[in-house]
T-cell receptor, first 109, second 115 residues
Framework: SQQGEEDPQALSIQEGENATMNCSYK?????LQWYRQNSGRGLVHLIL?????REKHSGRLRVTLDTSKKSSSLLITASRAADTASYFC?????????FGTGTSLTVIP | NAGVTQTPKFRVLKTGQSMTLLCAQD?????MYWYRQDPGMGLRLIHY???????AKGEVPDGYNVSRLKKQNFLLGLESAAPSQTSVYFC??????????????FGPGTRLTVL
């Protein structure tokens, strides 16, 4: 399966700290996207990085992509309690769209 | 602009019953998707549609049927529900689907329990 896997499965940090989560996948991709899901809600798109890009920033988010290792990381800087959510990576292979299993982030005020 | 809406929000079925989940989007998107989300499994694609009148199978299509009679609506049907179909179902849409910068917009989900 192409399904990505996030690591760690769960992460708990203090407000103000940085949070890093990783995503690994198996086959070549067109792009990789990160989504956030608040409890009981749908997913919300955060950021997209194309296969020919290595790093991208959006506000407090920083995404890196290493296609040789088939991995990506999402860094959230200066975390806030409102960042508490599950985070999913999603890979677009050109044929289909695959979501990972998610990282559950808890930011303690 | 409501985005993507799903009906109903919650449903409890008995084994063997049938039901239809409705997804509607008002963004004039071409592509629409149905996913199921189970604990520890992430989201898995059930069926998708690349335009009005077209449908295609995703990763886990068995036990489900879909229809896209109108561009703005995408229906997911369960003909004979089974306990294994207990899940949270999400609908999503995207403008083109195959653009390298396209993203998906998700509905709020439908929580289905099959007893």
């Amino acid at each position: 399966s192409q399904q990505g896997e996030e690591d760690p499965q769960a992460l708990s940090i203090q407000e103000g700290e940085n949070a890093t989560m990783n995503c690994s996948y198996k086959t070549s991709i067109n792009n990789l996207q990160w989504y956030r899901q608040n409890s009981g809600r749908g997913l919300v798109h955060l950021i997209l990085i194309r296969s020919n890009e290595r790093e991208k920033h959006s506000g407090r988010l920083r995404v890196t992509l290493d296609t040789s290792k088939k991995s990506s990381s999402l860094l959230i800087t200066a975390s806030r309690a409102a960042d508490t959510a599950s985070y999913f990576c999603a890979t677009d292979t050109g044929n289909q769209f695959y979501f990972g299993t998610g990282t559950s982030l808890t930011v303690i005020p | 602009n409501a985005g993507v809406t799903q009906t109903p929000k919650f449903r409890v079925l008995k084994t063997g019953q049938s039901m239809t989940l409705l997804c509607a989007q008002d963004m004039n998107h071409e592509y629409m998707y149905w996913y199921r989300q189970d604990p520890g499994m992430g989201l898995r694609l059930i069926h998708y549609s690349v335009g009005e009148g077209t449908t295609a199978k995703g990763e886990v299509p068995d036990g489900y049927n879909v229809s896209r009679l109108k561009k703005q609506n995408f229906l997911l049907g369960l003909e004979s529900a089974a306990p294994s179909q207990t899940s949270v179902y999400f609908c999503a849409s995207s403008f083109l689907g195959r653009s390298p910068t396209d993203t998906q917009y998700f509905g709020p989900g439908t929580r289905l329990t099959v007893l």
